[in-house]
């Protein structure tokens, strides 16, 4: 069973701040996503990665495979960014067909403080 | 401008009742996903549709738990019995797949309350 562990559970910070949240799993995945839970209960996907980094505005995600863990970055934070950030680890299953499984982290509540 | 439509947004009923959710996914997605969030649990996958055919119910409680494309425009998840621990709030997603994993669209989601 996929076990996805975040860090920080949560975090304050000051407007511009460089902000890093942590994921960590433990069985061998094809894909990772980061989502973004606003205040309001809205998820939007942030980013979706099987090997290295994107970046997509002031946002970059990376992943290490050998070291299971992947890590979400906030450059110049800002108020706005404040929500919680949900990472999601798609298990890869041997058996032929099927869907693999998708496994969540528990998230990590932001609040960037003007 | 597309995006995935939840309905209805809100729902209350009682104990016993059946309970349907409705999910029309992007136009020309082909993946369909049901997520379940509570405090308790966080979010949860529950079901997961390719091209309309269920590909993994495995999180879903089969006994009273039902997903289903009748078309490529509509998705249902329906609860009979609905019980008070099924109170939640229920995301679709949907997503765009040819080989590999997709990226997921989210819908607004259904916040289900049952008592």
């Not at chain 1, 108020?79 to 998708?102: H, K, M, N």
């Not at chain 2, 597309?2 to 992007?26: L, S």
């Not at chain 2, 495995?58 to 609905?82: H, V, Y």
Request: aromatic residues 8%; neutral net charge; proline residues 5%.
């Amino acid at each position: 069973k996929n076990e996805v562990e975040q860090s920080p559970q949560n975090l304050t910070a000051q407007e511009g701040e460089f902000i890093t949240i942590n994921c960590s799993y433990s069985v061998g995945i094809s894909a990772l996503h980061w989502l973004q839970q606003h205040p309001g209960g809205g998820i939007v996907s942030l980013f979706m990665l099987s090997s290295g980094k994107k970046k997509h505005g002031r946002l970059i995600a990376t992943i290490n495979i050998q070291e299971k863990h992947s890590s979400l970055h906030i450059t110049a934070s800002h108020p706005r960014d404040s929500a919680v950030y949900i990472c999601a680890a798609r298990e890869r299953r041997r058996s032929g067909g099927g869907a693999d499984g998708l496994t969540f982290g528990k998230g990590t509540h932001l609040i960037i403080q003007p | 401008d597309a995006r995935v439509t939840q309905t209805p947004r809100h729902k209350v009923t009682e104990m016993g009742q059946e309970v349907t959710m409705r999910c029309q996914p992007i136009l020309g997605h082909n993946t369909v996903f049901w997520y379940r969030q509570t405090m308790m649990q966080g979010l949860e996958l529950l079901a997961y549709f390719r091209n309309r055919a269920p590909l993994d119910d495995s999180g879903m409680p089969k006994d009273r738990f039902s997903a289903e494309m009748p078309d490529a425009t509509l998705a249902t998840l329906k609860i009979q019995p609905s019980e008070p621990r099924d109170s939640a709030v229920y995301f679709c997603a949907s997503g765009l797949e040819f080989e590999g994993t997709p990226e997921a669209f989210f819908g607004q989601g259904t916040r289900l309350t049952v008592v």
